[in-house]
Structures are given as structure tokens and as C-alpha cells.
């Protein structure tokens, strides 16, 4: 008896001890989050439900949930999330097809393919600002290499209102092109050979192979990147900034999100907080409503 | 059903070769089980008759058509695969008619097949289950009833039964044994298993380092094994080989080994006379052995171990090499560091070339 009783006390030590030294460990990771996420994240909320005066040095004025009505109902934001949107719509899919596609290319065996897999996945090691300093020399109109071609638009492909969105959906899916190729290689290899030699000899094409066992075993990588696509889409800024300024025209025809906070920050910067606070419930609807509308579709049991 | 035939099939990967001029001919409707241990290429040549694999040399026959050049699809076999292979995201309905669906059989015909194949493996209750949701022994049966379903020209299964614990993989051993009389199929079953290929076979062929060994059935193969390596790898324990020269004994030939002398049939002592061998192997089965206190090889009980039904007393002769000997449990077992006899009639000893390895055959 006695010997029971003792048994539950040390247990009831030693998990008090255990939860002590959990929160040692996680203290380090809690300060930093704190202190870089969620205090900027709550005083965020809190910059929103202040006006910021018309010129600079007066006080702002407290007006609680009217500047996040008036913000989020105004045409510039419809503006600029309908490009948000348009802008995710044109590069994640395209990305992870091109991705995928590349994968599969790469995964036969042949003379040189690693040479190959070197190429597709280099511009993971390429940086936002790279990619556009490239694209920007590329597309430029007077040394580029559309002209060189011989293509010519007018305005210029980055200042043309119709091209000017898919101009930068190009450069963000070459940008993000060696990710997704990683990704999707990952994701093939996981596919036991055994399964595919099985449909072999049950007489299925290499295409139905693919439509019918790898696709379907794909699923859960396809569904991580657009996830993660989809999230990194929301929050593009740097080829922005670097080849279009959120221009052209008057409502920028590239004014993602993240630029608009941007600009609107050393303008008004109440009205930055409601749009980082809206781009933020964005990003968590989308996350929240691709993990539960896709993880019923997707495969996971092996 | 049809036949398979290999002839002087050999595959090279880059320097190895793993499988070496193999020639083999397995009949309609015959159960034929490669056997060998594991990297002997029995696997390799069985992936070559799928045509997961290409030959370097040589040609295979399914039926009367030579398919080297045909794709595994149109070859019409069935592989059964060690890890079954199946489509985790389908249900068993799915996967069994999946060779169907991907022949393009109509509907009414793959239901009427489905039901057929699934009822005769007992999986009626499972169509609508994912593989994920089945045991071992269920998956198994899975893979074999997608292997059936489209009744192909032969079945291949590899180590099919390796995943399932003991006491299924007796019972499932029998179950296959069942479906391939009363499908009249055609298998070939690659196994490293022994126990598996003297109950299931016809034939045994057994392997080595990609190169045939010895193909005939289980009796014989155990009876008369074609060399050493089929003697060691057939039977369990296994046969017993002892370094020996070949001494003349009156008007006949024995044996010396360390410990004593084995005196042979005159049948064996003519043909290893013909040989003119010196330097043999003498081999002797575990159940051919029996104790004695007299006459006989001398030997020192080192272990002795009892299996309930049977006991293995292993022996030391004066030299240090190890013979068992299997007795009933019901005889007298030694203590070890007992000395005593080991004998056999003649008729039961193998005499193997030590060169060469081969088996002397009595003339």
C-alpha cells in the first residue's frame, strides 16, 4: 500500500518537474515569438482603431471600428485584393504544374540527369531581388531581350496595365520554381517503385500510371504547396517593388496587398494596421479553409 | 495457362551478373519455386519474365510467344509482390479490378469477375475497406485476388508470404497450394524458404550466386542433392559435411574422417573409384545418424537441444568440426561431454567431390 502511495507522489514530483523544464525549453522560442510576433501582432489591432491625423505631428484620434469599415469597404482595398487574389490565381497553380512537371522529367533515368536537377532546383539559391534585377534587365525595353526578339509592347510589358501582373506572376514562378521542383521531386520518390511495377504488369500506360497511382500518392506534397504557395503569393512584396511599384495606372494594376501596406504606411499608418490586419485574417482563412476543404480529398494512408 | 520457358537467359548490372545463363522450362499448370538464398538472382529472374527487367542474353517464352521485346503489360502475367504493392488510396474493390479497368473490361463483366475473385479468397466483406484498414494476412490476400481476377498466363509471386506471421504463412501456404489445383495456374514462386519449396513445388529450382543449381522435385532434390550447396541449403538442420579421404578398406572404399571411418555401398565405392577422388566431402542427413556406444565414429555431445517432438544432439568429432544428429524425443538423450558413436548405413551417405563440390552418384 504504502509503496503505491509513495509511487504517486514521485509521479506527481516528477511531473511537476517535467512541466518545469518544459517551459524552460520553450521559453527561449515564447520570447521571440512574444516579442517579434504577437505583441507587434496585438498592437497592430490596437494602431487600427486609431486615426492618423492629416499632417504629421498631431495627435491621432481613437474612432474604435469606424477606420476598419471605412478601409475595408474602400475601392482601393477591393482594388488591391482583387489583384492579391488574381496574383495567386496566376502563380500557384502554373507554379506547381511547371514544378511537377520538371519532377517527373527529372525522375527518369538517364544519361545527365543530374545535371538537370542541379538546373531545375538552382533558383532555389536565387534571391526575390535577383530574380527581378534579371527580369527587370530582360524585360527592359531598350537592352532587353523581348526587343531583341523582336517583341515590342506598347507601353512597355512592365508599365502595360493588361501584362504588367502576369509580367511579375512570370518572374515570382521561375522565382519559386526550384522550391516547388524540390518539393515535388520529394514527393515522387515517396512513391514506392512497387507500385508503379504492379501497374505495369496489371496493364496500365504510363499515363494512367500517373493519372491513377502517382498523382493520387502525390496529394498530400500537392496539397502542402499550395498551402504554402498560396500563403507565400499573399505576401509577395519584393518583385513588387523592384520591377513596378505596385503601378501602373491609378489603382495600381500590381498593388498586391503587402505593397499597399507598404505605401500606405508612411502615409497613413492606421490605415496601414486595418490592411496588415486584414491581410492577416486572409492568410488564416485561406490556411485554415485549404487545410479542411483539401485533407478530406487527399490520400494520406499508406 | 500457358508455359515458361528461359533459355540461356543471363542479366549483367554494369559488372555484376546476376543471373548466369539460366535455362529453365516451367510446364503448364506447374508450380515451380525458385529457391535460393537471398542476392542468388532468384528474384532478378522472375522480374525478367514480368519484363520488369531485360535480359542481356537470352530469350523468354510465355505460351509460344517470345516476349523479350513485349511489354509487361501485354506479356499476360500476374506478380504477386512481397510487399503486395497496393494502391493505398483504393479500396479492395479498386485494386482488384484495377488490371481490369486498365484492360478496358466492361463493367458488368468486371463486377461479375470481381465478385468471383473476391468471394473465392473470402474478401466479399472487405470490397469497400482501404488497404490501410486490413491485416497482413488480408492485404495478402488482396494482392493475390487482383493476381487472379483476369485469369493471366501465368502467375508470379515473389516471397509472397515473407510479411505474414508463422502460423498464417502454414495456412496460407495451403491455401495457395489449393487455388493453384483448382485454377490449374501456372506459378512460378520465388522463395528463400525451403520449408516453402518442399511443400509447395513440383519442382525445386534452386540458385546460387545467379547460377542453376539443381532443378527437380522437392523428394529429389532433398534425396539427391545435385551438389554441396543444394545438400547445406535443403533441410533443417541441414545435412551434415565432414572433410574426408578416401581410404581402401579390404575389397572395398570408405572414408576416414576425423574420429573414425564410414565404409560405402559398393555402388558409391565404384563410382568414387571411376572419379579416382581423394579428397572428398562426406555428407550424411541428421535423421540418418543414430548413437551408439561401440563401433562406429567417435564424437563428444557438445549440445543438446530438445524440440518437444524431436532433439538435435550436436557432436563434436576430435577434430572440432560439429555433426548433428536428430533423434526421436522419446530415445535416450545424452549429457554433454558423453562420448560416443556415430553411425549410419552406408546406403545413407552422399560422397561430394571437395573440388568441385559435386555429388558422386552411385553407379
Request: aromatic letters at 8%.
Given at each position: 500500500?504504502?509503496?503505491?502511495v509513495?509511487?504517486?507522489?514521485?509521479?506527481?514530483?516528477?511531473?511537476w518537474?517535467?512541466?518545469?523544464?518544459?517551459s524552460?525549453l520553450l521559453?527561449?522560442?515564447?520570447v521571440?515569438f512574444g516579442?517579434?510576433?504577437?505583441?507587434?501582432?496585438?498592437?497592430?489591432v490596437?494602431?487600427?482603431?486609431?486615426?492618423?491625423?492629416p499632417?504629421p505631428?498631431l495627435?491621432?484620434?481613437?474612432?474604435?471600428?469606424d477606420?476598419?469599415?471605412?478601409?475595408?469597404?474602400s475601392?482601393?482595398f477591393?482594388?488591391?485584393?482583387k489583384?492579391?487574389?488574381?496574383?495567386?490565381?496566376l502563380?500557384?497553380?502554373?507554379?506547381?504544374?511547371?514544378?511537377?512537371?520538371?519532377?517527373v522529367?527529372?525522375?527518369q533515368?538517364?544519361r545527365?540527369v543530374?545535371?538537370?536537377?542541379?538546373?531545375?532546383?538552382s533558383?532555389?539559391a536565387t534571391?526575390?531581388?535577383?530574380a527581378s534585377?534579371?527580369?527587370?534587365t530582360?524585360?527592359?525595353?531598350q537592352?532587353?531581350?523581348?526587343?531583341w526578339?523582336?517583341?515590342?509592347?506598347?507601353?512597355p510589358?512592365?508599365q502595360?496595365?493588361t501584362?504588367?501582373l502576369?509580367a511579375?506572376?512570370?518572374v515570382?514562378?521561375?522565382?519559386t520554381?526550384?522550391?516547388?521542383?524540390?518539393?515535388m521531386?520529394?514527393g515522387?520518390q515517396?512513391?514506392p517503385?512497387?507500385?508503379?511495377?504492379?501497374?505495369?504488369?496489371?496493364?496500365?500506360?504510363?499515363?494512367s500510371?500517373?493519372?491513377?497511382?502517382?498523382?493520387?500518392?502525390?496529394?498530400?506534397t500537392i496539397?502542402?504547396?499550395?498551402?504554402?504557395g498560396?500563403?507565400?503569393?499573399f505576401?509577395?512584396?519584393?518583385?513588387i517593388?523592384?520591377l513596378?511599384?505596385?503601378?501602373?495606372?491609378?489603382p495600381?494594376?500590381?498593388?498586391?496587398?503587402?505593397?499597399?501596406?507598404?505605401?500606405?504606411?508612411?502615409?497613413d499608418?492606421g490605415?496601414?494596421?486595418v490592411?496588415?490586419v486584414?491581410?492577416?485574417?486572409l492568410?488564416?482563412m485561406?490556411?485554415?479553409?485549404?487545410?479542411?476543404?483539401?485533407?478530406r480529398r487527399?490520400?494520406?494512408?499508406? | 495457362?500457358?508455359?515458361?520457358?528461359?533459355?540461356?537467359?543471363?542479366?549483367?548490372?554494369n559488372?555484376?551478373?546476376?543471373?548466369?545463363?539460366?535455362?529453365?522450362a516451367?510446364?503448364d499448370?506447374?508450380?515451380?519455386?525458385?529457391?535460393?538464398?537471398?542476392g542468388?538472382?532468384?528474384?532478378?529472374?522472375?522480374?525478367m519474365?514480368?519484363?520488369?527487367e531485360s535480359?542481356?542474353?537470352?530469350t523468354?517464352?510465355i505460351?509460344?510467344?517470345v516476349?523479350?521485346?513485349?511489354?509487361?503489360?501485354?506479356?499476360?502475367?500476374?506478380?504477386v509482390?512481397?510487399?503486395?504493392a497496393?494502391y493505398?488510396?483504393?479500396?479492395?474493390?479498386?485494386?482488384?479490378?484495377?488490371?481490369?479497368?486498365?484492360?478496358?473490361?466492361?463493367?458488368?463483366?468486371?463486377?461479375?469477375?470481381?465478385?468471383d475473385?473476391?468471394e473465392?479468397l473470402g474478401?466479399?466483406?472487405?470490397?469497400?475497406?482501404?488497404p490501410a484498414?486490413?491485416?497482413?494476412?488480408?492485404?495478402?490476400?488482396?494482392?493475390?485476388?487482383?493476381?487472379?481476377?483476369?485469369?493471366?498466363?501465368?502467375?508470379?509471386?515473389?516471397?509472397?508470404?515473407?510479411?505474414?506471421?508463422?502460423?498464417?504463412?502454414?495456412?496460407?501456404?495451403?491455401?495457395?497450394?489449393?487455388?493453384?489445383?483448382?485454377?490449374?495456374?501456372?506459378?512460378?514462386?520465388?522463395?528463400?524458404?525451403?520449408?516453402?519449396?518442399?511443400?509447395m513445388?513440383?519442382?525445386?529450382?534452386?540458385l546460387?550466386?545467379?547460377?542453376?543449381?539443381q532443378?527437380?522435385?522437392?523428394?529429389?532434390?532433398?534425396a539427391e542433392?545435385?551438389?554441396?550447396f543444394?545438400a547445406?541449403?535443403?533441410?533443417?538442420?541441414?545435412m551434415?559435411?565432414?572433410e574426408?579421404?578416401?581410404?581402401?578398406?579390404?575389397?572395398?572404399l570408405a572414408?576416414?574422417i576425423s574420429?573414425?571411418r564410414?565404409?560405402?555401398?559398393?555402388?558409391?565405392?565404384?563410382?568414387?573409384?571411376?572419379?579416382?577422388?581423394e579428397?572428398v566431402v562426406l555428407g550424411?542427413r541428421p535423421?540418418?545418424?543414430?548413437?551408439?556406444?561401440e563401433?562406429?565414429?567417435?564424437?563428444?555431445?557438445?549440445?543438446?537441444?530438445?524440440?518437444?517432438?524431436e532433439?538435435?544432439?550436436?557432436?563434436?568429432?576430435?577434430?572440432?568440426?560439429l555433426?548433428?544428429v536428430?533423434?526421436r524425443?522419446?530415445a535416450?538423450?545424452?549429457?554433454?561431454e558423453?562420448?560416443?558413436?556415430?553411425?549410419?548405413?552406408?546406403?545413407?551417405?552422399?560422397?561430394?567431390?571437395?573440388?568441385?563440390g559435386?555429388?558422386?552418384?552411385?553407379a
Open positions: 500500500m504504502t509503496a503505491v509513495a509511487d504517486r507522489v514521485v509521479s506527481a514530483r516528477t511531473k518537474k517535467e512541466r518545469g523544464l518544459a524552460l521559453a527561449p522560442a515564447l521571440i516579442v517579434f510576433v504577437f505583441y507587434p501582432l496585438i498592437h497592430n490596437y494602431l487600427g482603431f486609431y486615426r492618423s491625423p499632417f505631428g495627435p491621432s484620434r481613437y474612432v474604435g471600428f477606420q476598419y469599415r471605412d478601409v475595408l469597404s475601392t482601393d477591393l482594388q488591391s485584393l489583384v492579391t487574389v488574381l496574383f495567386a490565381v502563380t500557384v497553380p502554373t507554379g506547381i504544374a511547371l514544378g511537377l512537371g520538371l519532377a522529367l527529372a525522375h533515368q538517364f545527365g543530374r545535371i538537370y536537377r542541379t538546373i531545375f532546383s533558383t532555389v534571391s526575390v531581388a535577383v534585377v534579371i527580369f527587370g530582360l524585360l527592359n525595353p537592352v532587353g531581350l523581348l526587343p526578339l523582336g517583341v515590342t509592347t506598347h507601353p510589358l512592365l502595360n496595365p501584362w504588367a502576369v511579375v506572376a512570370v515570382t514562378v521561375w522565382q520554381l526550384g522550391l516547388t521542383f524540390i518539393l521531386s520529394s515522387l515517396s512513391v517503385d512497387d507500385l508503379l511495377e504492379a501497374a505495369r504488369v496489371d496493364g496500365a500506360s504510363a499515363w500510371r500517373f493519372w491513377r497511382v502517382t498523382l493520387p500518392l502525390l496529394s498530400p496539397f502542402f504547396a499550395v498551402v504554402i498560396s500563403i507565400f503569393a505576401q509577395t512584396f519584393g518583385q517593388d523592384l513596378t511599384q505596385g503601378g501602373p495606372l491609378k495600381g494594376r500590381t498593388n498586391v496587398l503587402t505593397y499597399f501596406i507598404y505605401t500606405e504606411l508612411s502615409r499608418p490605415k496601414a494596421a490592411l496588415a486584414a491581410l492577416f485574417l492568410t488564416l485561406l490556411a485554415l479553409a485549404q487545410v479542411r476543404l483539401l485533407e487527399v490520400s494520406y494512408d499508406r | 495457362m500457358g508455359s515458361v520457358v528461359l533459355e540461356g537467359v543471363t542479366k549483367r548490372f559488372d555484376t551478373i546476376a543471373v548466369d545463363n539460366l535455362s529453365l516451367v510446364a499448370e506447374e508450380f515451380l519455386v525458385l529457391l535460393g538464398p537471398s542468388c538472382g532468384k528474384s532478378t529472374a522472375l522480374r519474365i514480368a519484363g520488369l535480359p542481356t542474353e537470352g523468354i517464352r505460351g509460344d510467344r516476349v523479350n521485346d513485349v511489354e509487361p503489360k501485354d506479356r499476360d502475367v500476374a506478380m509482390f512481397q510487399s503486395y497496393l493505398p488510396h483504393m479500396t479492395v474493390r479498386r485494386n482488384i479490378e484495377f488490371p481490369l479497368r486498365s484492360r478496358r473490361v466492361p463493367a458488368v463483366e468486371r463486377d461479375h469477375l470481381v465478385a475473385a473476391a473465392s474478401l466479399t466483406d472487405l470490397l469497400e475497406r482501404k484498414q486490413l491485416s497482413g494476412g488480408q492485404r495478402q490476400r488482396v494482392a493475390l485476388a487482383r493476381a487472379i481476377v483476369r485469369r493471366p498466363q501465368a502467375f508470379l509471386m515473389d516471397e509472397p508470404l515473407s510479411n505474414l506471421d508463422a502460423k498464417l504463412r502454414v495456412q496460407t501456404r495451403a491455401e495457395l497450394v489449393e487455388l493453384q489445383r483448382r485454377l490449374s495456374a501456372t506459378i512460378v514462386y520465388v522463395t528463400h524458404d525451403q520449408v516453402e519449396a518442399m511443400t513445388g513440383h519442382r525445386i529450382a534452386v546460387e550466386a545467379g547460377v542453376l543449381q532443378v527437380a522435385p522437392p523428394r529429389e532434390v532433398y542433392p545435385a551438389n554441396l543444394v547445406r541449403f535443403i533441410g533443417s538442420p541441414p551434415n559435411t565432414v574426408g579421404r578416401v581410404v581402401r578398406v579390404a575389397d572395398s572414408v576416414e574420429g573414425g564410414a565404409p560405402l555401398t559398393p555402388q558409391l565405392a565404384r563410382a568414387v573409384e571411376a572419379a579416382g577422388l579428397a550424411v535423421e540418418d545418424l543414430r548413437l551408439g556406444h563401433t562406429g565414429v567417435a564424437a563428444t555431445v557438445a549440445v543438446v537441444e530438445s524440440l518437444g517432438h532433439c538435435h544432439v550436436a557432436c563434436r568429432l576430435p577434430d572440432g568440426q555433426v548433428i536428430r533423434q524425443a522419446e535416450d538423450a545424452p549429457k554433454p558423453d562420448s560416443v558413436k556415430l553411425i549410419a548405413r552406408p546406403e545413407a551417405l552422399h560422397v561430394f567431390d571437395s573440388e568441385t559435386t555429388r558422386i552418384r552411385p
